[in-house]
């Protein structure tokens, strides 16, 4: 266990190729005089014993910087501290941290009994205490009966098992995991994300865990931290970056079914009270929001209006209803996904199949006409460049 | 499968027989001359098998072993070959893991020049080579595993660059955090993985090293060091006499090793030659 620190962390990879020049962009990364910038200026103070995900589509720089705590990646600027240690020029092997990688990376020469006393051996740990932490790694993992096992006798599942149960006997002061079920079919990762959850409360050690899967992020980290084109969006509690996103991206990238986006306008009376006019209809913000709007003293102007799937309602004909037509339907059970054309872009509407009284919703046919509001109170207003006006 | 389908099988079994045949003929003549009389051989009875009267036994086995010094020939011959596929296996993938892992141009050159030193023929080098042996005091048996290196690297590194290339580099990083040095991962990592292309690169070298003739000729001193490919032609003796008999039973002697060791080895060539071409 140990806190870790990231101070203007930044990762340039030197432009081999000679193709990119200074001020030109990559896949939206900047590329410098140096080259293409991989993480900016990346700042972070992890707490001991805290659960981190680093969160973000592919190329992101989320796995760089894993990898820079790792030391398998040197480090352009800034400084890591593991503990009070800065640690920018120590060999993987002297940082006292474990990775469990995405391919699982076992030794296939050696059994798992051996994968997992290979570490040990390396730090000349005695004998007995090896056999010890093994078998107690094995029994928290559910793997004893495979000890003897070569990696390649065993499942996806059980190989990931392996690759944990190697990274925890070290008892590593941090323990980084590299998208580590990524390569797991749905019914195993769900399984398997509960088991990360059981063993963060079994071991004492700090957790730095990279993913692209908002899930797993939203169900696994004390915090999460965003990243997009190597630069950190908004780091914050799972509830937090959900109810309060600092700006579009996120906000679009946390919440499965993604927010429903739309071109809105916001409108600022005398009195200072706000109100969005969207195609024809008035909503109006919730005092806290107005309180926000307020504070940063936002202008009336064209903005983004974010609202969730899961806060639309379909009431019916009404006062200030939106239409639009259903273009998909979606059965998932519990409730239908709606892929709804309304107001110029394609909408997210997640309808119930029963209501609280054991009701059946009207049928949603393709191209069937359909009405939905939303409140004050859950919608987000970004401005054109993406911040959110409130925040 | 289609009666076509067998009868083309069955023609193809049927040529390739024959090849097979073609080439196993020179080895079973040297087989049964070998065991026959020298006048049975020199005669036009070579192409014969050995009748009551021209049968010799073992005694040319005996002889060739018991004249001209076959045994040391045997020793020099092992030690080259053997000191020389190892100094091949430890340093070529070693570098070759070096390359593969390290992307520079540099790298990347060395890659080409290794490739290239597989097409350039020894005939074009071997004058050179062999004044340069002499003035670096390479021309003993002892210190001849540095020229095998050289000339063996080519293959080996490209073969070990194969498969290198086909083996995710996590588990070399793993391995560094799990606490080795780049010396520990390579030995107790690497070479555990790349067992299998050793094996097939140890016998395709050892196999060369066995049976060259031209460069230890070069190199060596002839009167005080013979490999056995060398020894073969002091049968030869004055006047254009030959010794028949004990060469056949010398060249026997010869290839016998070699065969042994590639009939042993000859699945992991196979496993060894095509790994890295095909995602596993």
């Keep these: 266990m140990a806190f870790v620190s990231l101070k203007h962390v930044e990762k340039v990879y030197p432009s081999t190729d000679g193709k990119h020049r200074h001020g030109e962009k990559k896949s939206n990364l900047k590329v410098t005089k140096e080259g293409v910038l991989a993480v900016e200026d990346f700042n972070l103070e992890i707490k001991d014993r805290e659960f981190i995900v680093l969160v973000g589509p592919s190329g992101c720089g989320k796995s760089t910087t894993l990898r820079m705590v790792a030391g398998l990646e040197e480090i352009t600027r800034g400084e890591i501290y593991i503990d009070d240690r800065l640690v920018n020029d120590v060999p993987p092997k002297d940082r006292d941290i474990a990775m469990v990688f995405q391919s699982y990376a076992l030794y296939p020469h050696m059994t798992v009994r051996g994968n997992m006393e290979f570490p040990l051996k390396l730090h000349k740990v005695p004998k007995d205490e090896i056999k010890k932490r093994v078998e107690q790694a094995a029994s928290i993992l559910g793997i004893t009966e495979y000890l003897d096992r070569k990696p390649k006798a065993l499942s996806g599942g059980q190989r990931q098992r392996v690759a944990i149960g190697r990274a925890i006997v070290r008892e590593p002061k941090v323990l980084l995991m590299d998208e580590p079920l990524s390569n797991l079919d749905a019914k195993l990762r769900n399984q398997m994300r509960a088991e990360i959850i059981k063993l963060r409360q079994r071991i004492d050690t700090t957790f730095i865990y990279v993913t692209h899967d908002q899930t797993e992020a939203m169900t696994l980290g004390d915090r999460i931290v965003i990243m997009k084109d190597g630069v950190i969006q908004q780091i914050g509690t799972p509830q937090e970056v959900f109810d309060h996103p600092k700006n579009q991206f996120v906000a679009g990238f946390i919440g499965v079914p993604q927010m429903n986006f739309y071109d809105a306008r916001l409108l600022r009376a005398a009195d200072g009270s706000y109100k969005v006019e969207l195609q024809g209809t008035y909503i109006v913000p919730s005092e806290e929001k107005q309180e926000a709007l307020r504070k940063n003293d936002a202008e009336a102007q064209d903005i983004v209006l974010g609202v969730r799937p899961e806060h639309i309602a379909l009431l019916g004909d009404g006062k200030d209803m939106l239409h639009g037509t259903v273009e998909v339907a979606e059965m998932m059970g519990s409730a239908v996904h709606l892929h709804v054309n309304a107001c110029g872009r394609e909408s997210i509407i997640i309808a119930q199949t029963m209501s609280f009284e054991g009701k059946l919703p009207g049928s949603f046919a393709i191209g069937s006409p359909i009405s939905f509001t939303f409140g004050g109170n859950v919608i987000h207003m970004f401005s054109k460049d993406g911040n959110n006006l409130e925040a | ?280």
């Excluded at chain 2, 005694?59 to 040391?72: D, K, R, V």
């Excluded at chain 2, 080259?80 to 892992?101: D, E, G, H, K």
């Excluded at chain 2, 095998?148 to 588990?171: E, K, N, Q, T, W």
Aim: with cysteine.
């Design chain 2, 1 to 280: 499968m289609t009666r076509e389908s067998q009868s083309y099988n069955r023609l193809w079994s049927i040529v390739m027989t024959i090849i097979s045949v073609l080439y196993m003929y020179p080895i079973f003549m040297v087989l049964i001359n070998s065991l026959k009389q020298e006048s049975a051989i020199s005669t036009g009875t070579a192409f014969e098998l050995p009748t009551e009267e021209t049968f010799a036994g073992l005694a040319n086995y005996e002889n060739a072993i018991s004249t001209q010094g076959f045994l040391s020939s045997l020793f020099f011959t092992t030690f080259i070959t053997v000191t020389s596929v190892i100094a091949i296996l430890l340093f070529c993938s070693m570098f070759a893991w070096y390359i593969t892992r390290v992307n520079t141009k540099v790298t990347r050159a060395l890659y080409l020049l290794c490739a290239f030193s597989m097409v350039v023929p020894f005939q074009m080098v071997m004058f050179t080579l062999s004044s340069m042996a002499d003035s670096l005091n390479l021309n003993t048996p002892w210190v001849l595993w540095i020229i095998y290196l050289g000339f063996g690297a080519g293959l080996a590194v490209f073969m070990f660059c194969g498969f290198m290339r086909s083996v995710p580099i996590d588990i070399e990083e793993a391995s560094m955090i799990d606490g080795c040095n780049p010396l520990q991962t390579y030995f107790h990592i690497v070479v555990p993985l790349l067992r299998p292309t050793m094996v097939s690169v140890a016998i395709l070298e050892a196999m060369w090293i066995w049976n060259d003739y031209l460069l230890p000729t070069l190199i060596l001193d002839i009167n005080k060091y013979r490999t056995i490919s060398m020894l073969i032609q002091f049968f030869r003796g004055s006047y254009g006499r030959v010794e028949m008999g004990p060469m056949m039973a010398c060249i026997m002697l010869a290839i016998l090793p070699i065969i042994i060791i590639y009939l042993i080895g000859q699945k992991y060539i196979i496993k060894g030659v095509v790994a890295g071409a095909v995602k596993g």
